[in-house]
């Protein structure tokens, strides 16, 4: 049988263990990435109460009884992992771990810096018995510094970090992200480096240690706003959905609701004057260049609401795509799953589930698309330790007496 092009496609980290000590939403990012591009994650949780995030409800998926399950909040980050219970306070437990961690490529944890220490789990402890090993640390302020014993919460990170500063309305209050994006940049974070420090070991067979922070993610992604302090030494100030150095870049009110208008170039501008029949504003001597616009923004958004307030959103939406002008409504999340784009890039995936009541799940697909690699959905989120048993005989040959046995100590 001739082999298709799908089939030759390979996951890029086939055979790659990830010893996943995380939870929540930043490590929980990361494991999941690294799960979908192939990784075996063995995600280690807490004996009866696992990960915090299977109880951040509701919503939560139903069972055929019709009761609670998972959390959609759990659900989100936690696809195509393999789930564990080890108390690694106990000594018992640290021996598992150190024998799971013999047979690890990674492993990735999100405790409090120092705690760690504690229980012998610590990369001071570990790296001259496991030298090949990869170890990402995510924490809220880093393993160093005058906060590095804090812990960190996003809706914290993103007031202290500078992004809230900007978002809002110029005289409303600051404003958090609608998502965790604080956590959500250090996972993304924590898996790029974790693939360069595979990289740095397949040169050198030799691991090394990651340190990521949440604020200093936070501080990094801010970006062109952030760059523009340090070059003008000018404050940032909210300004709601104005673009701070392009005009027109803003939400304005059509006749029948919101729409959003990126107008990222004098061209673009010039084809926008000529579709909204404003021919003569892009050679007024106050608008033709976009830091003239910037200048004057305060003028020129005048104009422009009278205009756009007489014609629908579609009227504007299919005009200005014709006009290669960027356009768009604005979505609610219905919408988003809604919307054809979405779809033909499969960015809802749908996976068998038995605790559901309807034996399947919704969730939100990979970015990740490569011509040569895959991404595989092989595991929907696990339930509570539903793996424990399969790990240990496969990674520690512990026998089932002997697993019972740790099981009546409580240590799985």
């Known amino acids: 049988m001739k082999e298709t092009r799908e089939s030759k496609k390979s996951n890029p980290l086939k055979g790659i263990v990830v010893l996943d000590l995380t939870r929540v939403l930043a490590g929980p990012t990361c494991t999941q990435i690294l799960g979908d591009l192939g990784a075996e994650i063995i995600k280690v949780e807490r004996p009866t109460k696992g990960d915090d995030s299977r109880r951040l409800g509701p919503p939560y998926i139903k069972n055929r009884s019709n009761n609670d399950q998972e959390s959609a909040y759990y659900l989100s980050v936690n696809r195509n992992k393999k789930s564990i219970t080890v108390d690694i306070t106990k000594a018992e437990g640290q021996k598992l771990l150190h024998k799971l961690i013999s047979k690890s490529d990674i492993l990735i944890e999100n405790f409090r810096a120092g705690t760690l220490t504690n229980y012998n789990l610590s990369y001071?402890?570990?790296?001259?018995?496991?030298?090949?090993?990869?170890?990402?640390?995510?924490?809220?302020?880093?393993?160093?510094?005058?906060?590095?014993?804090?812990?960190?919460?996003?809706?914290?990170?993103?007031?202290?970090?500078?992004?809230?500063?900007?978002?809002?309305?110029?005289?409303?209050?600051?404003?958090?992200?609608?998502?965790?994006?604080?956590?959500?940049?250090?996972?993304?974070?924590?898996?790029?480096?974790?693939?360069?420090?595979?990289?740095?070991?397949?040169?050198?067979?030799?691991?090394?240690?990651?340190?990521?922070?949440?604020?200093?993610?936070?501080?990094?992604?801010?970006?062109?706003?952030g760059q523009n302090y340090l070059v003008s030494g000018k404050i940032p100030k909210r300004i709601g959905n104005d673009h701070p150095s392009i005009v027109p870049y803003r939400v304005f009110e059509a006749k029948n609701g919101p729409v959003i208008l990126a107008v990222g170039n004098d061209e673009q501008f010039k084809r926008f004057c000529t579709f909204a029949k404003l021919s003569e504003l892009h050679t007024d001597r106050r608008f033709k260049t976009n830091s003239l616009r910037v200048k004057n923004r305060k003028?020129?958004?005048?104009?422009?609401?009278?205009?756009?307030?007489?014609?629908?959103?579609?009227?504007?939406?299919?005009?200005?795509?014709?006009?290669?002008?960027?356009?768009?409504?604005?979505?609610?999340?219905?919408?988003?799953?809604?919307?054809?784009?979405?779809?033909?890039?499969?960015?809802?995936?749908?996976?068998?589930?038995?605790?559901?009541?309807?034996?399947?799940?919704?969730?939100?697909?990979?970015?990740?698309?490569?011509?040569?690699?895959?991404?595989?959905?092989?595991?929907?989120?696990?339930?509570?330790?539903?793996?424990?048993?399969?790990?240990?005989?496969?990674?520690?040959?512990?026998?089932?007496?002997?697993?019972?046995?740790?099981?009546?100590?409580?240590?799985?």
């Open 124 to 225: 001071g402890q570990l790296k001259k018995k496991f030298k090949k090993l990869i170890y990402c640390s995510v924490t809220g302020f880093g393993q160093t510094g005058p906060y590095s014993s804090r812990g960190g919460y996003d809706f914290l990170v993103q007031g202290m970090g500078g992004i809230m500063s900007v978002t809002g309305k110029a005289t409303g209050s600051p404003t958090k992200i609608g998502v965790g994006i604080s956590d959500i940049m250090a996972g993304m974070y924590a898996t790029i480096s974790i693939l360069a420090a595979l990289r740095h070991r397949e040169k050198t067979k030799v691991g090394q240690y990651i340190d990521i922070a949440l604020l200093d993610s936070q501080v990094a992604w801010l970006s062109y706003i």
């Open 299 to 412: 003028k020129l958004v005048e104009i422009l609401k009278k205009v756009i307030k007489k014609y629908s959103i579609n009227y504007w939406v299919n005009g200005l795509k014709k006009a290669n002008v960027p356009c768009s409504p604005i979505n609610n999340v219905r919408e988003v799953f809604s919307d054809p784009q979405v779809k033909f890039r499969k960015m809802k995936i749908k996976m068998p589930y038995s605790c559901s009541k309807t034996g399947s799940i919704n969730l939100i697909g990979s970015p990740i698309k490569m011509s040569g690699s895959k991404i595989s959905y092989k595991l929907a989120p696990p339930k509570l330790g539903q793996d424990t048993e399969k790990i240990l005989k496969k990674f520690t040959n512990l026998n089932k007496k002997q697993t019972e046995k740790l099981r009546k100590q409580k240590i799985i």
